[in-house]
């Protein structure tokens, strides 16, 4: 459940494709992650190749 205040976004690696979405995924927001946090998907991209999608 949403708290308020509190947004759900979804962002996008820019490489493979993957959607990290902030409902799904632990932690929830994306900008707290570590600096050397990667794609679960493709473990390439860092937290600054995705972008945030509708």
Same mark, same amino acid.
């Given at each position: 459940?949403?708290?308020?205040?509190? +947004?759900?976004? /979804?962002?996008?690696?820019t490489? &493979?494709? %993957?959607?990290? #979405?902030?409902? @799904?995924?632990?932690? /929830? @927001?994306? @900008?707290?992650?570590? +600096? #050397?946090?990667? &794609?679960?998907? &493709?473990?390439? &991209?860092?937290?600054?190749? %995705?972008? +945030?999608? +509708?």
């Amino acid at each position: 459940m949403q708290s308020r205040g509190e +947004e759900m976004t /979804k962002y996008q690696c820019t490489v &493979c494709n %993957f959607v990290y #979405d902030t409902e @799904k995924e632990k932690p /929830k @927001k994306i @900008k707290p992650l570590p +600096e #050397d946090w990667v &794609c679960v998907s &493709c473990g390439i &991209c860092g937290r600054d190749i %995705f972008v +945030e999608i +509708e």
